[in-house]
């Protein structure tokens, strides 16, 4: 039976993700700082689904706790079989602002938690011949709305430079750049998103399934659904100056 190792994975897109696994059968490592919501799931996922759950209480900020995941995913007696890096959270704060704690703690759970798990994982996985790794970015990538965008930038960057180090290995890389999700992420990060229309949210259960079909083809970057594909797309092939003009006015449009 294989094993997924999932970052955040008790709420919103990571919750889903572990869902998705635990019906296809995978047993599952979650990890979380969430400690009562990861035996919660535990709990309902073993009696649901009749699979093992190991629960790791982990601050991805905190580089012992880091570096302890890193330690379970390399672990050859008890091999992961696909490490998803999916802890985040909206980053609804100034680039101006004197105070850069919380863009710190950004940059530790998003890029740094990413790189070192990544890096784990790819060892071990490439040693075996055969894994997968899928990191969670967004489509905030393509514009330019503060440090959130270059840190999901940064994860889908990454992302492609761990596939071409890992090309021929056996070894399948994936970042997925989601559009908006129905989650509770942007009220748990203060960011207003409710005069959105129906036509920009992206059905949590879809993406997951899109995300692991994409995984599974060797697809290196994932946008789930047509109609983000085609937006993302469209900022790939659009003048940088009409990039910004956007994400200013969708920064404005948050506040």
Same mark, same amino acid.
């Given at each position: 039976?294989?094993?997924? @190792?999932?970052?955040?994975?008790?709420?919103?897109?990571?919750?889903?993700?572990? $869902?998705?696994?635990?019906?296809?059968?995978?047993? @599952?490592?979650? !990890?979380?700082?969430?400690?009562?919501?990861?035996?919660?799931?535990?709990?309902?996922?073993? *009696?649901?689904?009749?699979?093992?759950? *190991?629960?790791?209480?982990?601050?991805? =900020?905190?580089? #012992?706790?880091? /570096?302890?995941?890193? #330690?379970?995913? #390399?672990?050859?007696?008890? +091999?992961?079989?696909?490490?998803?890096?999916? =802890?985040?959270?909206?980053?609804?704060?100034?680039?101006?602002?004197?105070?850069?704690?919380?863009?710190?703690? !950004?940059?530790?759970?998003?890029?740094?938690?990413?790189?070192?798990?990544?890096?784990?994982?790819?060892? =071990?996985?490439?040693?075996?011949?055969? &894994?997968?790794?899928?990191?969670?970015?967004?489509?905030?990538?393509?514009?330019?709305?503060?440090?959130?965008?270059?840190? $999901? !930038?940064?994860?889908?960057?990454?992302? #492609?430079?761990?596939?071409? *180090?890992?090309? &021929?290995?056996?070894?399948?890389?994936?970042?997925?750049? +989601?559009?908006?999700?129905?989650?509770?992420?942007?009220?748990?990060?203060?960011?207003?998103?409710?005069?959105?229309?129906?036509?920009?949210?992206?059905?949590?259960?879809?993406?997951?399934?899109?995300?692991?079909?994409?995984?599974?083809?060797?697809?290196?970057?994932?946008?789930?659904? $047509?109609?983000? !594909?085609?937006?993302?797309? /469209?900022?790939?092939?659009? +003048?940088?100056?009409?990039?910004?003009?956007?994400?200013?006015?969708?920064?404005?449009?948050? *506040?």
């Amino acid at each position: 039976m294989s094993t997924a @190792l999932i970052t955040g994975g008790t709420v919103g897109i990571g919750h889903a993700f572990a $869902k998705h696994l635990a019906a296809q059968g995978y047993d @599952l490592v979650l !990890a979380s700082r969430d400690e009562a919501g990861l035996l919660a799931v535990a709990e309902r996922f073993t *009696e649901m689904y009749g699979i093992a759950v *190991e629960v790791i209480r982990a601050d991805l =900020a905190c580089r #012992e706790d880091v /570096l302890a995941l890193a #330690e379970r995913l #390399e672990d050859p007696e008890r +091999p992961i079989d696909l490490l998803v890096n999916n =802890a985040g959270f909206a980053v609804h704060a100034s680039l101006l602002d004197r105070d850069i704690a919380l863009h710190e703690r !950004a940059l530790d759970v998003m890029c740094l938690a990413v790189l070192i798990l990544g890096g784990a994982a790819a060892r =071990a996985m490439k040693a075996r011949g055969q &894994g997968a790794i899928l990191n969670v970015a967004s489509s905030s990538a393509a514009i330019t709305t503060g440090n959130y965008s270059a840190i $999901k !930038a940064w994860v889908a960057i990454y992302t #492609e430079g761990l596939s071409n *180090e890992l090309r &021929g290995s056996g070894v399948k890389v994936t970042a997925v750049l +989601p559009g908006w999700v129905k989650t509770e992420f942007h009220s748990r990060g203060g960011v207003k998103a409710h005069n959105l229309p129906d036509i920009v949210w992206i059905d949590v259960d879809r993406l997951v399934r899109q995300s692991c079909r994409d995984l599974e083809r060797g697809k290196v970057l994932s946008v789930p659904t $047509k109609r983000w !594909a085609f937006m993302v797309g /469209l900022a790939h092939l659009a +003048p940088r100056s009409v990039i910004r003009k956007v994400s200013r006015a969708l920064t404005k449009s948050r *506040e």
